[in-house]
């Protein structure tokens, strides 16, 4: 697999020429000033490509070419947005990039409730706390549905979270879940969020996955003709939350979407620490199932914690070995699946792959690295995932 590493552009307080000593071999980026719906200029993308080739990188990954609303909902503007979609396929291609990761999460992108959860070591996790999230849906959103989400034990419950917090917390809160991480398509306040949640009330899971499959339908067989590989991201978490469906949160899903649109350029990002919040999920089935169709991996871990609710665990970022997901078989999984097609002949035989999330430790911590995307947690993640796929390469024992 190739090692790449997320950078965020200018405003990204690591520095591409730093990258090298970390061995990162490639970089996953986007053109973040851009809002969703709107044409990524070839000038924008070629201005972003000299700046990585003046640091001795190429651009491996676009995560992502965001998916706007009126797509998912089909509103007024899908044909504009779908139009200049295509146009920003067309760009990217002429631009020699071919690998394209997107999602389909309604309105919100990586929800977490805290960002930087204490961790037994010292440093700090991303976090995701079901009270909390009920706390701001029913007490700060107060969204009009919301107590047919919770059942009355969890509402109790989060209501007397809600009031040991103080007026700061609130507001942290607040900002952990509708700002969202660093990469999110959008950037919302309470106001934006209920006006976008209106725009659900007659779109359920099957809506939205024929959604989904239509704006494919459009778009896939251009990636196709133009040599690129679209890569959809799972939902994160991978269950509902305000009420939205959810349509990228098992194998199951990713089958649907990948036979009701049967053509190579339309394709998966394994995600594992996304779907691993799942119990039931497997990522050696998903990699054996569907390890043609895997155009991007990110490779992070989770442990699940109990909450009220079993169907929505409260779950933190572990360290990449650690966690809820085998890393070693996954890893020895996908590094088969590139043997395969090695063995075929494919172009796309190697893998690109990210370490993706990190915990904040040593010089990371204190608030000043980007959260989820901390520079040693990183390393140390990329550096364990480096032994792992040297070993399974070269058929070394390692334990399952």
Request: aromatic content about 6%; some cysteine; overall charge negative.
């Amino acid at each position: 697999m190739k090692q790449c590493w997320r950078w965020f552009g200018p405003v990204d307080p690591i520095s591409l020429s730093d990258l090298h000593q970390v061995g990162v071999k490639g970089i996953v980026t986007a053109l973040h000033d851009i809002p969703p719906g709107e044409v990524w200029p070839l000038e924008a993308i070629q201005s972003r490509q000299k700046v990585l080739r003046a640091n001795d990188f190429d651009w491996d990954v676009v995560e992502s070419l965001p998916v706007s609303e009126a797509i998912k909902t089909q509103g007024p503007e899908t044909a504009r947005h779908i139009a200049n979609y295509k146009e920003s396929l067309q760009a990217l291609a002429q631009s020699g990039i071919r690998t394209i990761c997107y999602n389909f999460m309604p309105i919100l992108d990586w929800t977490r409730t805290a960002l930087r959860a204490p961790q037994p070591h010292g440093g700090t996790a991303m976090a995701f706390d079901l009270i909390d999230f009920a706390a701001f849906d029913l007490f700060i959103l107060k969204r009009k549905a919301a107590r047919q989400d919770y059942d009355e034990a969890l509402q109790e419950i989060a209501q007397a979270r809600f009031a040991a917090m103080d007026c700061a917390d609130h507001q942290t809160l607040c900002d952990t879940i509708i700002v969202g991480l660093p990469g999110a398509a959008d950037r919302w306040t309470l106001g934006d969020v209920t006006a976008h949640l209106s725009n659900y009330d007659s779109i359920d899971a099957d809506q939205l996955r024929a959604n989904l499959i239509d704006f494919l339908a459009e778009v896939a067989p251009l990636a196709q003709s133009l040599g690129l590989r679209l890569c959809c991201h799972p939902d994160d978490p991978p269950f509902s939350l305000l009420g939205l469906p959810r349509v990228m949160s098992s194998t199951a899903d990713y089958v649907a979407m990948l036979e009701a649109v049967d053509i190579h350029a339309n394709g998966a990002t394994l995600c594992t620490g996304s779907l691993g919040v799942a119990p039931d999920f497997d990522p050696v089935d998903f990699v054996q199932h569907l390890g043609g169709r895997i155009h991007f991996a990110h490779l992070r871990n989770t442990t699940r914690q109990q909450s009220p609710d079993p169907a929505r665990p409260h779950f933190f970022e572990a360290a990449h070995l650690d966690g809820d997901t085998d890393m070693v078989a996954t890893v020895r999984a996908l590094i088969a699946e590139e043997a395969r097609r090695s063995r075929e002949g494919r172009e796309d035989r190697v893998i690109p792959m990210r370490p993706d999330h990190g915990q904040e430790l040593l010089t990371d911590l204190g608030g000043h690295s980007t959260p989820g995307y901390p520079l040693i947690g990183r390393m140390r993640g990329l550096a364990e995932l480096r032994g792992v796929m040297s070993a399974c390469a070269t058929g070394s024992a390692l334990p399952r």
